[in-house]
C-alpha cells in the first residue's frame, strides 16, 4: 500500500501542471479608463485669434469629432474653446493631441499645419520670445522683426523649408512647431539672426543643416 502511493506521488510530481488558459482583456476605452469620468481640457483663444478662429472652426470641429472623437465647443462670452472626451472615444491621448491641434491654431499655425499634430507623435511646439536671447528695443527690435522675416518673408520661408518646420512670428514671441532635432537647428538660425548675422551667413549654414537631415532620411 506504501508503495503505490509512492508511485503515485512520482507520477503526480513528473505530470506537467496545466496552466489556465491565458485572458484576453478588449483594450479599455478613454471614459472607462477614468472609471466612467468626463475628461475636459479648456485653450483660451486671445482677442486677435478670435475671428479666425470663427472663419476656421467648421475645419477644426470636423476634425476633432470624426477623426479624434472628441466633443468641442466654443465659447464666445469667455473667449474660450472647451474639449471633452465621450464614450466612443478610442484614447484618453486623443484629448491632449485635440487640445495641442486647438492651442497651435490659437498661437498662429494654420489648419494644414497644426493638424500634422494630431498625426505624428514626434511633433511639438516651442515658443520663446526676442528678449530670451538678446534685450532689445526701440528701433533695434523693429530690426532684429525685419531680419526675421527678411523680405517678403523670404527669410521665414528659407528657414522652415531647410529644417521642415513652421514658424509663427507674432510680435516679440516666436513659435516653432517641428520634431526636437529640426526646431533645435531652426531656433539656432533664428537666435543667430535675432544676435545681427547676416542672412548669408544663417543660409550657408542652413544648407549644411539640411544637407545632414537629407542624410537621416
Request: charged residues 30%.
Amino acid at each position: 500500500m506504501a508503495k503505490e502511493s509512492t508511485e503515485m506521488e512520482i507520477q503526480l510530481a513528473t505530470e506537467p501542471e496545466t496552466l489556465p488558459a491565458k485572458p484576453i482583456f478588449k483594450p479599455l476605452k478613454a471614459h472607462e479608463m477614468s472609471d466612467g469620468k468626463v475628461q475636459f481640457r479648456r485653450v483660451s483663444v486671445p482677442p486677435n485669434r478670435y475671428s479666425p478662429l470663427k472663419k476656421a472652426w467648421l475645419d477644426i470641429q470636423t476634425t476633432v469629432c470624426d477623426q479624434m472623437k472628441v466633443d468641442i465647443r466654443m465659447v464666445p462670452n469667455s473667449r474660450r474653446v472647451d474639449l471633452k472626451t465621450r464614450a466612443d472615444t478610442p484614447d484618453v491621448g486623443n484629448l491632449q493631441k485635440s487640445a495641442d491641434f486647438v492651442h497651435a491654431f490659437v498661437l498662429g499655425f494654420d489648419v494644414s499645419d497644426a493638424i500634422s499634430l494630431l498625426r505624428m507623435d514626434e511633433l511639438y511646439v516651442e515658443s520663446f520670445e526676442i528678449k530670451d536671447v538678446k534685450n532689445l528695443r526701440g528701433e533695434h527690435l523693429s530690426r532684429a522683426i525685419g531680419r526675421l522675416s527678411g523680405k517678403g518673408g523670404k527669410t521665414k520661408f528659407a528657414i522652415e523649408n531647410s529644417t521642415r518646420t513652421r514658424i509663427v512670428i507674432a510680435d516679440t514671441r516666436i513659435h516653432i512647431l517641428g520634431a526636437f532635432s529640426n526646431i533645435k537647428i531652426a531656433r539656432d538660425s533664428l537666435c543667430s539672426l535675432i544676435m545681427g548675422s547676416p542672412a548669408g551667413k544663417v543660409y550657408s549654414k542652413l544648407r549644411a543643416a539640411s544637407a545632414r537631415l537629407a542624410e537621416r532620411f
